[in-house]
């Protein structure tokens, strides 16, 4: 099982943003799938999750309306649609996967990619 998260750079307010994160070793479709996010200081929280097997989602109240979680299964590839990026959007950015995970938790994913930072700042 293996994530690669890539996307991330430095965008001024207001602007838009789209991490990817491909999945090899597995059929990302069949698993659940989050993206999460550790700003400097603080502990790292779900920003936004999709189940496996209904496909339901879940978005941390802060980026609700803002950011989306769009799945391309002939890709086996997660994005994270970000826009209206606010100055505290400002951290790196994992995405994670599981059989189940949910709820949309770090203990609820045991198979991590890489961070990728993402910078709002005018």
């Known amino acids: 099982v293996q994530l690669q998260a890539s996307g991330g750079g430095m965008v001024r307010p207001g602007g838009s943003l789209t991490l990817s994160c491909a999945a090899s070793?597995?059929?990302?479709?069949?698993?659940?799938v989050g993206w999460f996010r550790q700003a400097p200081g603080k502990e790292r929280e779900g920003v936004s999750c999709?189940?496996?097997?209904?496909?339901?989602?879940f978005y941390v109240d802060s980026v609700k309306g803002r950011f989306t979680i769009p799945k391309d299964n002939a890709k086996n590839t997660i994005y994270l649609q970000m826009n209206n990026l606010e100055p505290d959007d400002t951290a790196v950015y994992y995405c994670?996967?599981?059989?189940?995970?949910?709820?949309?938790?770090?203990?609820?994913?045991?198979?991590w990619g890489q961070g990728t930072q993402v910078t709002v700042s005018s």
């Open positions: 999709m189940m496996a097997s209904d496909d339901s989602t």
């Open positions: 070793g597995f059929t990302l479709d069949y698993y659940a």
């Open positions: 994670a996967t599981d059989i189940i995970g949910w709820p949309c938790v770090v203990p609820k994913f045991a198979h």
